[in-house]
């Protein structure tokens, strides 16, 4: 009910930037919480940034001072701009979204497919 799609992933040396953008869409969809996550391997899955419907934003504390969450919710996208990346920035995001569909009493979760940064020089 909704579909999650995500770009901006890529190769960036240490100091870089990259921009990753997640667009949802569905019929009727009110979306809540826009968030990305990242799983480094043989690891669980870590909240990165987390926006709520009021704007307001959590960070881990690793990303602080360098990641910056926003969203438009106009076009129901969240971007996620990084800079200042380090090598242990390294993983695949994945984009979360916690919305409310038509027919459907409790928020649903869904979550993008992943987009792979790699820093590295």
């Known amino acids: 009910q909704v579909q999650l799609v995500e770009s901006g992933g890529g190769l960036v040396q240490p100091g870089g930037s990259l921009r990753l953008s997640c667009t949802a869409t569905?019929?009727?969809?009110?979306?809540?919480?826009m968030a990305w996550f990242r799983q480094d391997p043989g690891k669980a899955r870590e909240l990165v940034a987390l926006?709520?419907?009021?704007?307001?934003?959590n960070y881990t504390d690793s990303v602080k001072g360098r990641f910056t969450i926003s969203r438009d919710n106009g076009k129901n996208t969240v971007q996620l701009q990084m800079n200042s990346l380090k090598p242990e920035d390294t993983a695949p995001y994945y984009c979360?979204?916690?919305?409310?569909?038509?027919?459907?009493?409790?928020?649903?979760?869904?979550w993008g497919p992943g987009t792979w940064v790699r820093v590295s020089s």
């Open positions: 979360h979204v916690v919305a409310q569909v038509p027919g459907v009493s409790a928020p649903i979760t869904s």
């Open positions: 569905g019929i009727g969809i009110n979306i809540h919480t």
């Open positions: 926006i709520a419907s009021d704007s307001a934003t």
